[in-house]
C-alpha cells in the first residue's frame, strides 16, 4: 500500500521534467507552504514543503502519491489532504528521507492510512 505512495498520479497533470520549486502547495483545507525540493525517483518521488511560519518554520515531505493535482498556470500542487493531516506527520529529516527505506516506509504509511 505504501509503494504507490512514492509515485505522481497519472490525473495529478503532473509531467516529466516539470519543476515545482517554488509553486504554492494548498491541502484541503487551505495553503500550508511553497515547494522547496522535489524528486521524480521512479519508487521515491517525493516533495518536501516549507511551511513557512504554519508550523513554525518546520518542512514536511510529502510523498509524490498525495498530489491530487498540478495547477501549472496558478503555479500550484494541490494535495488530498488536510492541514492537520500534514501538521501531525512525521517530521521531516533531511539526512534520513535519502536511502533510508524505513523512514520512507514510516512515511508512506503514514499517509497511506490517512486517505481524503
Known sequence: MTDNMWGYQAESGHQPGMDLTGFKVEASDGSIGKVDKHSEDV????????????IFGKQVLLPAGVISSV???ERTVHVGRTKDEIKNSP????????GDAGYHEQVGGYYGDHRA
Do not use: L, N, P, S
Request: aromatic residues 14%; negative net charge.
Open 43 to 54: 519508487g521515491a518521488a517525493y516533495i518536501v514543503v516549507d511551511t513557512g511560519v504554519w
Open 71 to 73: 495547477d501549472v498556470a
Open 91 to 98: 517530521e521531516f529529516d533531511k539526512d534520513k528521507h535519502i
